[in-house]
C-alpha cells in the first residue's frame, strides 16, 4: 500500500546534539516531498521540500533533508538542535504535483534535554 | 501578509449539534484544502478547492460533512450532526497555481471536540 512512514513516534536529543528524523516513502515514482514541524499551539510550517534536482535540500531553522531514490528516503537533519526545535515533525508527500493533496507520515515528536 | 487563518481555534460541542470551521485562505490564493488529524492518527487530506469548484473531495468521511467555498475567497466546512469520532483538529491550507512549485500554507487549526 502506498504510505509515508516515521519509524520513530518520539526522539530525546540532548541540546546542541545532531538530530536525524528518518522518513521513508513507499511510490512508484518519486514524489514530491515535504517536511513540516507543528510547535505546540502553532500550525504546520514548512521546514522544506523537494521537488527535483539537488537531492540536498536546505530549509529554514539550519535543517536540511536528503533525498535517496535507492532508500525511498527523506531524511531530516539539523548538526546541533536547539530547545526551541522540541515540537512534532512531520513528513509528507504530494503524488502528482505539489498542488495534489498531501499525505503526511504519523509524525516524529522531538523533545530537547537541557 | 497575513497567513491562513482558521475560526474558532477550539469548540466543545455535544454529539448530534452541528458546527462551522471556517478558514480564511492567503489573499490571492485560488487552491484551498481541509486537512483533520484525529486523535492518535496521521493528518488526513479532506477536500481540495480550486477557486469555488471542487477539485478533489476523495477525502471526505460521509455526507455529515459540507464544505463550501463561495466566491472562491473563505471556505467553510460544516459538520451535520457531529458525532464523536469527528473529534480532532482540523486543518486549512492554501496556495498559489503557479508552475508546480506551489506550497501549501497551513493554518493554526481548529480544535473540535465532540462530547
Known amino acids: 500500500a502506498q504510505s509515508v512512514t516515521q519509524p520513530d513516534i518520539h526522539i530525546t536529543v540532548s541540546e546542541g546534539a545532531s538530530l536525524e528524523l528518518r522518513c521513508n516513502y513507499s511510490y512508484g515514482a518519486t514524489p514530491y516531498l515535504f517536511w513540516y514541524v507543528q510547535s505546540p499551539g502553532q500550525g504546520l510550517q514548512l521546514l522544506l521540500k523537494?521537488?527535483?534536482?539537488?537531492?540536498l535540500v536546505q530549509g529554514i531553522k539550519g535543517f536540511e533533508a536528503e533525498f535517496k531514490r535507492s532508500q525511498s528516503s527523506f531524511n531530516l537533519r539539523k548538526p546541533s538542535v536547539h530547545w526551541s526545535d522540541a515540537a512534532e515533525y512531520f513528513c509528507a508527500v504530494a503524488l502528482y504535483s505539489s498542488a495534489s493533496k498531501i499525505i503526511f507520515g504519523s509524525g516524529t515528536r522531538l523533545s530537547i534535554r537541557p | 501578509e497575513a497567513g491562513v487563518t482558521q475560526f474558532p481555534s477550539h469548540s466543545v460541542i455535544e454529539k448530534g449539534q452541528t458546527v462551522t470551521l471556517r478558514c480564511d485562505p492567503i489573499?490571492?490564493?485560488?487552491?484551498l484544502y481541509w486537512y483533520r488529524r484525529v486523535m492518535g492518527k496521521e493528518i488526513k487530506f479532506l477536500l481540495h478547492?480550486?477557486?469555488?469548484?471542487?477539485?478533489?473531495e476523495s477525502g471526505m468521511p460521509n455526507n455529515r460533512f459540507l464544505a463550501e467555498r463561495t466566491g472562491g475567497t473563505y471556505s467553510t466546512l460544516k459538520v451535520q450532526p457531529a458525532e464523536l469520532e469527528d473529534s480532532g483538529v482540523y486543518f486549512c491550507a492554501s496556495s498559489f497555481t503557479r508552475d508546480n512549485t506551489d506550497t501549501q500554507y497551513f493554518g493554526p487549526g481548529t480544535r473540535l471536540t465532540v462530547l
Open positions: 478547492f480550486v477557486k469555488e469548484s471542487k477539485q478533489d
Open positions: 489573499s490571492g490564493h485560488d487552491n
Open positions: 523537494y521537488f527535483s534536482g539537488d537531492t
